[in-house]
């Protein structure tokens, strides 16, 4: 493909100057692209392709010229770089919408749609990806522009912010999950995957530590609570973290949904909100008697068991969640204070209970196929998916040795 610049002189507007534009030349087939500019017949040097030097506002007018030219020759090497056909179509009409597609712009998008969904955790960790990139490079950034130099000074950049591995690790998962579904969605083309040779998974760091022991169980039911202001919150938290611990370690925001309707005859039922799996196990008499020391003493079946969500307040997906973590970081700042007074060198939290629920029927010889051995960051979920391929009464058998 060739272009040059000309002058319409077959179009003579009424202040006597014709219009100034680019010729594009494919083959047989022809495109013009106006310059936005117009000159005087006399004050155009058609084999020169420029304005004459006597041309009033000459140098305004050369400057739109040579920034245009130099556009379209930007795009076109682009294309070339690409390995893409140079034609019409891929320089004019699909131009716009695939290599001018904006990291931000799509971001944005997504984080609107998974809060339509009602996805409020996800959409929080794309927001938080879209904050950190925004402080890192502009957001106006295309993808097809991100190649592996912009991924690895990402990192730099996540890093000198204090960020840890794992929760680098988080950011460029998602990261990656937005490049491979907007190049799926044809936004852009791609001549090579960054991600292919920057490892995600590498950034990963297994963390040992995530599980506290039988006897530390004991030691947080034993525990006098000192009275002050925040007494019945402290227990409140205990009594969080204990149920987690008794109910094969259901996490915070299925606690939180929990109503009384999905007890039943002793029995637990419910869909876990990341997989949307449905559990079912016996309560043992621990769970039973927290369940009943929050029960309200007239309640309907779809009332929530735990002061946490209220079915008259907390009526929006959004008011749920927004709702449900702010109290989790209350409790989870009761629960470190908790460890420190029995002891523990790392802090408690509601997610240490699902660990620990996990590591103590292994330690007590469970079969290694129901709790698996993967307890860390990376593999709770598969944790999840064994529990929920056995009996419902492997299941209850093995959750005896949690007392």
């Known amino acids: 493909m060739t272009f040059k ?26 495109k013009a692209v106006g310059l936005g500019v117009s000159v005087a017949l006399k004050h155009w040097d058609a084999e020169a392709q420029k304005v004459t030097d006597d041309c009033p506002d000459r140098d305004n007018i050369q400057f739109q010229i040579t920034a245009k030219v130099k556009e379209y020759e930007k795009k076109i090497q682009r294309l070339e770089i690409m390995d893409i056909p140079v034609t019409f179509e891929n320089l004019f009409e699909q131009n716009s919408k695939r290599l001018n597609c904006s990291v931000g712009e799509y971001l944005k998008q997504t984080i609107e749609r998974l809060e339509t969904l009602g996805k409020y ?10 904050s950190r990139l925004s402080e890192f490079r502009s957001l106006n950034t295309r993808f097809d522009e991100i190649d592996l130099a912009f991924l690895r000074d990402f990192e730099l950049f996540l890093r000198k912010e204090g960020n840890v591995n794992n929760s680098i690790a988080t950011k460029f998962a998602i990261f990656k999950a937005a490049y491979n579904k907007a190049l799926a969605e044809g936004l852009f083309l791609q001549k090579i995957n960054p ?17 506290i022991t039988k006897e530390d169980i004991q030691k947080l039911v034993a525990l006098e609570i000192i009275p002050n202001y925040r007494t019945d919150y402290a227990e409140f938290a205990r009594d969080i973290f204990l149920f987690s611990y008794y109910t094969a370690g259901i996490n915070f925001t299925d ?3 929990l109503r009384y309707c999905d007890i039943v005859d002793g029995r637990i039922y419910y869909s876990r909100h990341k997989t949307q799996k449905l559990l079912s196990f016996q309560l043992v008499p621990n769970a039973m ?13 779809e009332d929530y068991i735990f002061p946490i969500l209220d079915r008259s307040e907390h009526k929006t997906a959004q008011q749920i969640f927004n709702r449900t973590h702010k109290v989790l970081r209350k409790v989870n700042r009761e629960l470190k204070t908790l460890g420190e007074q029995i002891g523990l060198e790392m ?17 007590s010889g469970v079969n290694i196929a129901i709790i698996s051995e993967s307890l860390g960051h ?10 929920d391929s056995f009996e419902n009464s492997q299941i209850d058998a093995a959750m005896q040795n949690l007392l």
């Open 195 to 211: 991600f292919a040779k920057y490892k995600v998974g590498s950034l990963w760091t297994r963390t040992w530590k995530r599980a």
């Open 5 to 30: 610049v000309i002058c319409r002189k077959e179009i003579i507007y009424k202040n006597s100057t014709s219009p100034l534009c680019l010729l594009f030349f494919q083959g047989k087939r022809k």
């Open 347 to 363: 802090p408690l939290t509601t997610y240490v209970a699902r660990h620990t629920f996990a590591t103590v029927l292994k330690r």
């Open 289 to 301: 008697q927290i369940i009943e020391k929050y029960s309200k003493t007239s309640h309907a079946q």
């Open 255 to 257: 606690m939180a949904t």
């Open 378 to 387: 990376s593999d709770l979920s598969t944790t999840q998916i064994y529990l």
């Open 121 to 130: 955790g996800s959409a929080s960790k794309h927001r938080s990806l879209l």
